[in-house]
C-alpha cells in the first residue's frame, strides 16, 4: 500500500531539472547577448533571413508596449536606438522571462486545479472519488512552492512581464507616461500585487495544510469528526477560491495586457486549470496503478476522470468561444486588438490550442469504451496537457514578446525546470502517506464504483 | 403448441432480478425478454444482448444537424440575402463563422437528440397508437417480469426462477397473450 519515490524517477526528475537550469541559463545568456550595441546588427541579419515583415507591423498591435504614444516614434533620447530596434531589444530581453513563466504558472495550475477538484468532491460528499484522495493530496503538495515560484518570478520579471511596473507609468509628462495604466494604479501596483498574491496563496495552502491533516487524522479516528471538519473547510475554500482565483487570473496573467480586460477571464483561466488538473490526476494514478499500486482503483474511475477531461475540455472551449465571439463581434478596437495581436502572430500557437484542447478530446474521448483504456487516456491527457501549456502561452507571450516567440531553448528548458520540480515534490509527497484514505466514510461506496 | 409457452418470473427488486437473471443465464436458458418500470443499469451486458448501436446513429444525425445549419446559414446570410455582419460585410461564410457557431451548436444538439429519440421509439418499436406489450400492467410501476421460454422443462425452471427470489411465476400461452 506503501508508496515511495523510485530512484529511477527521483534521478530522471533531477536530470529534468539540471537541464531546465541548463536551457534557461543558456536562454538568459542568449538573449541577453544581445544589447543597444549590437541590436542593430542583429536585426540586419535577422531581416536578411525573413524579409522585411517585422519592420512594417510591428508597430500597429504591440499593446504590451506602452512607450509608443505620439512624441516617442523618432529616435529615443537616450540610447540613441530607433523605436523600432528598442521595442525589438525589449522583447528579445523579456523573452526568457516570459518562458520561465509560463513553465512555472503552468505546473503550479495543475496543483491549484487539483485543489480545487479536492475540494469539491468533499463538499459534494462525493461517492465515487475518495479512492483517489491521496493522488489528489500528492499532487496538492505543489500548491505552495509552485505558488512561491511564480510569485518569485513576478519579483524578478517585473516590468519584463508587467509593464504597467515601468518606472513613470503614473507620472503625468513621463516619456513612460500611459493615461490608462494611470487610472487602473489603484489596483495595479507593486506592493498591491504581492499583498493580493500572499492572501491568495496563504488562503489556498492553509486549506490543503488542514485538509490534508484532517484527511490523515481520518485514517485513526474513531467517528467521522474529521470528515466533516474536511467538508465544512472545503464549502469555505470554495467560496474563497473562487473569487482570489479570478482576482489571481487578472493579477498574474491579465495584467500583462493591461489595457485590455474580459469579465469572464477568471472563470475562462479556471477551465484550463481544472481540465489539466484532472488529466494529471489521471495520468498519477495511471502511472501508480501501473506500479501494481491502487489495487482498489477501478476502470470506472478512470472512466469517470476520462468523463471529466471531455466534458472540462468542452467547458474550455465554451468559454474560449464565448470571449472569442463578443469581442470579434463588437469589434472594438481596445479590445479586439488582443485577438488581432495572437492571429497575426501566433496562428499556429492559437489555432493549434483550440484543435488539442478541443477537437482531440472531443474525438478521442467520445466514446465511452476508449474512456476505460489507460494508455489511451494517457495519450489524450499528453494532448490535453500540451494544449494547455499553450493556451498559457498565448495568454502570457503575445503581451511580453509579440513576433518574437519560439517554443526552443527558455521555453522547453523551463517545462523541464518547473516539470521536473513538480515531479519530485509531487512523488515525494505521495510517499508520505498511505496512499488509501481507508477511514473515509465513502471509502466502501468508492471501492465499489461501477459504472 | 408447446413452444408457444412462455414463463413469466416477477421481481420487486432490481438488483434481485440482476442476480437472477445471471443465474438463469448460468443454466443456460434463454431469456426472451425483461420489462422493468425504469432502465436497469447492466442488465443489457448481463442478458448478453448486442452493444447499442443508438450512439453512432446519434453521432451521424448530430453531423446531419451540422451540415443543415452550414448549408441554411450559408443560403439565408452569405447568399440569398447577404448580411453585414458585425460591421464586416465580407459576404463570406468562412470569415463570419464565428457569428454562426452557435447556430451550428444548437443544430447538432437538436437533430441528435431529437432524431435519437425518434430511432429509440422506432427500434423498440413503440409508435402512435400501439397496443402496450408488456404483459403485466404492474412492470410499468414497480414490478420486474422475467419472460423464458419453455420447451418441456416447467418444473426445472419454476424451481430454478423460485430460488432466484421471483415473488410470482405465472405459465402463460403466448398466443393467447399476443395483441
Not at chain 1, 516614434?73 to 522583447?91: F, N, P, R, V
Not at chain 1, 490535453?384 to 521555453?411: Q, S
Amino acid at each position: 500500500m506503501e508508496y515511495k519515490i523510485s530512484n529511477r524517477l527521483r534521478i530522471g526528475a533531477i536530470i529534468m531539472v539540471v537541464l531546465g537550469l541548463l536551457g534557461v541559463g543558456l536562454g538568459f545568456m542568449d538573449s541577453f547577448s544581445v544589447n543597444e550595441d549590437n541590436i542593430s546588427e542583429v536585426l540586419a541579419a535577422e531581416h536578411h533571413g525573413h524579409g522585411d515583415a517585422h519592420a512594417t507591423n510591428s508597430h500597429d498591435n504591440n499593446h504590451g508596449e506602452l512607450t509608443h504614444e505620439e512624441d516617442h516614434h523618432g529616435e529615443s533620447a537616450k540610447s540613441g536606438l530607433t523605436h523600432h530596434e528598442e521595442h525589438a531589444l525589449h522583447q528579445i530581453h523579456n523573452r526568457p522571462y516570459a518562458a520561465l513563466y509560463v513553465g512555472a504558472f503552468f505546473f503550479f495550475m495543475i496543483a491549484l486545479g487539483v485543489l480545487a477538484f479536492y475540494a469539491i468532491q468533499y463538499a459534494a460528499q462525493a461517492g465515487w472519488s475518495p479512492v483517489l484522495f491521496r493522488v489528489m493530496e500528492g499532487i496538492t503538495s505543489y500548491v505552495l512552492p509552485g505558488g512561491l515560484i511564480v510569485l518569485a518570478i513576478a519579483f524578478a520579471a517585473d516590468s519584463h512581464l508587467f509593464v504597467w511596473l515601468k518606472d513613470g507609468v503614473t507620472e503625468v509628462g513621463h516619456e513612460n507616461y500611459d493615461k490608462l495604466v494611470a487610472g487602473k494604479s489603484g489596483w495595479l501596483n507593486k506592493t498591491g500585487f504581492f499583498i493580493r498574491g500572499i492572501i491568495f496563496l496563504g488562503g489556498w495552502v492553509l486549506y490543503r495544510q488542514f485538509s490534508r491533516k484532517f484527511s490523515i487524522a481520518q485514517d485513526n479516528a474513531e467517528d467521522n469528526r474529521y470528515f466533516k471538519k474536511n467538508f465544512r473547510i472545503s464549502a469555505a475554500f470554495l467560496v474563497f477560491y473562487i473569487y482570489t482565483e479570478s482576482m489571481m487570473s487578472w493579477d498574474w496573467i491579465m495584467s500583462v495586457d493591461p489595457h485590455w480586460f474580459s469579465t469572464l477571464f477568471g472563470w475562462y483561466v479556471f477551465a484550463s486549470m481544472f481540465v489539466s488538473g484532472i488529466t494529471v490526476i489521471a495520468m498519477v494514478t495511471i502511472y501508480l496503478k501501473s506500479k501494481g499500486l491502487l489495487e482498489f482503483v477501478n476502470d470506472s474511475h478512470i472512466h469517470d476522470l476520462a468523463k471529466f477531461m471531455f466534458g472540462i475540455s468542452v467547458f474550455w472551449t465554451y468559454l474560449w468561444f464565448s470571449q472569442f465571439m463578443l469581442i470579434w463581434y463588437s469589434n472594438i478596437p481596445e479590445e479586439v486588438t488582443y485577438f488581432v495581436t495572437r492571429i497575426e502572430h501566433y496562428k499556429l500557437p492559437f489555432f493549434g490550442m483550440l484543435a488539442m484542447n478541443f477537437i482531440f478530446p472531443l474525438l478521442l474521448l467520445m466514446n465511452s469504451d476508449y474512456k476505460r483504456i489507460n494508455w489511451f487516456v494517457v495519450m489524450a491527457g499528453i494532448v490535453i496537457l500540451c494544449g494547455h501549456y499553450l493556451d498559457v502561452f498565448n495568454m502570457i507571450m503575445p503581451a511580453t514578446v509579440v513576433e518574437r516567440w519560439f517554443i526552443g531553448l527558455p521555453e522547453i528548458g523551463s517545462i523541464l525546470l518547473f516539470g521536473g520540480i513538480f515531479l519530485l515534490v509531487v512523488f515525494t509527497a505521495l510517499g508520505k502517506a498511505p496512499l488509501l484514505a481507508k477511514r473515509n466514510p465513502f471509502m466502501k461506496e468508492s471501492e465499489h464504483f461501477h459504472y | 403448441m408447446e413452444a408457444s409457452k412462455v414463463i413469466h418470473a416477477i421481481y420487486t427488486d432490481d438488483d434481485v432480478l440482476m442476480s437472477a437473471v445471471k443465474a438463469v443465464k448460468a443454466k443456460k436458458h434463454h431469456i426472451e425478454e425483461i420489462y422493468t418500470p425504469f432502465p436497469v443499469h447492466g442488465l443489457d451486458k448481463v442478458m448478453g444482448l448486442a452493444p447499442t448501436r443508438l450512439a453512432i446513429t446519434a453521432f451521424l444525425y448530430g453531423c446531419v444537424g451540422l451540415t443543415v445549419a452550414i448549408t441554411m446559414m450559408n443560403f439565408i446570410m452569405i447568399e440569398d440575402w447577404p448580411q453585414d455582419i458585425g460591421g464586416k460585410p465580407s459576404f463570406s461564410y468562412l470569415e463570419n463563422m464565428p457569428a454562426f457557431v452557435p447556430i451550428m451548436f444548437e443544430l447538432t444538439v437538436f437533430f441528435a437528440a431529437h432524431l435519437m429519440v425518434i430511432t429509440f421509439y422506432l427500434r423498440s418499436r413503440m409508435w402512435p397508437f400501439k397496443k402496450a406489450e408488456n404483459p403485466d400492467p404492474r412492470t410499468t410501476d414497480d414490478h420486474f417480469l422475467m419472460e423464458i421460454a419453455v420447451h418441456n422443462n416447467e418444473s426445472e425452471l419454476t424451481s430454478l426462477l423460485q430460488e432466484t427470489g421471483a415473488v410470482e411465476i405465472n405459465i402463460v400461452d403466448k398466443d393467447e397473450d399476443a395483441h
